[in-house]
C-alpha cells in the first residue's frame, strides 16, 4: 500500500529544494513499502499458524474421541485367564502411556502455537502503529508543498 503522494513540487521564492524533497519521499515511500511486506509475511505467518493450530486442535479431539470409545467398553480381567489378564494389564498401561504422551505433545504444541499467535499480534499491532505514524508524517510533510503548489498556480 503506497500513499498518493505527488512526485515533484512546485519551486516558489522561499520553498523547498526539490531534490531533497524528492529524495526524502522516495526513502519514505521505500520505508513503506517495506513495512507493508514485514506485516503482509507476518499476517501469513498468522495464517499458517492458525492453521496448525487448528489442525493440532482437530487431531487432539480425534485422539481424546479415541481414548473414550476405547475407555467406554473395557474388557473385564475377571472373566479372563490369568495370561490375558496380563496382557490386558499391560496393553491398558501401554495405552494410557500412549495417550499421556499424545496429550502433552497437543498440550505443547497448543502453547506454541497460541505463544506464536500472540507474537504476530504483537508484530502486527507494531507494524500496523508504526505504518499510521508514518501515513501521517506523510500527510505533514506534504502538506505545505501541496499548499505552496496551490499559491503559485493561483
Request: charged content about 35%; cysteine-free; glycine content about 2%.
Amino acid at each position: 500500500m503506497t500513499l498518493p503522494l505527488p512526485t515533484s513540487f512546485a519551486l516558489t521564492l522561499r520553498g523547498y529544494d526539490r531534490e531533497q524533497v524528492d529524495e526524502h519521499l522516495a526513502e519514505t515511500q521505500e520505508e513503506l513499502r517495506l513495512l507493508t511486506l514485514d506485516r503482509d509475511a507476518a499476517l501469513a505467518e498468522a495464517e499458517t499458524l492458525t492453521r496448525r493450530l487448528e489442525a493440532a486442535r482437530t487431531e487432539n479431539d480425534r485422539l481424546r474421541a479415541r481414548l473414550d470409545r476405547l475407555a467406554a467398553t473395557p474388557a473385564d480381567p475377571a472373566a479372563v485367564g490369568d495370561r490375558v489378564r496380563r496382557m490386558l494389564e499391560l496393553a491398558r498401561a501401554e495405552a494410557d502411556t500412549i495417550v499421556a504422551n499424545a496429550r502433552r505433545r497437543a498440550d505443547a504444541i497448543l502453547e506454541q502455537a497460541t505463544a506464536a499467535e500472540r507474537r504476530v499480534a504483537v508484530r502486527l499491532r507494531a507494524i500496523d502503529d508504526y505504518l499510521a505514524r508514518a501515513e501521517h508524517l506523510l500527510a505533514e510533510e506534504a502538506e505545505p508543498a501541496v499548499r505552496a503548489k496551490h499559491l503559485t498556480a493561483a
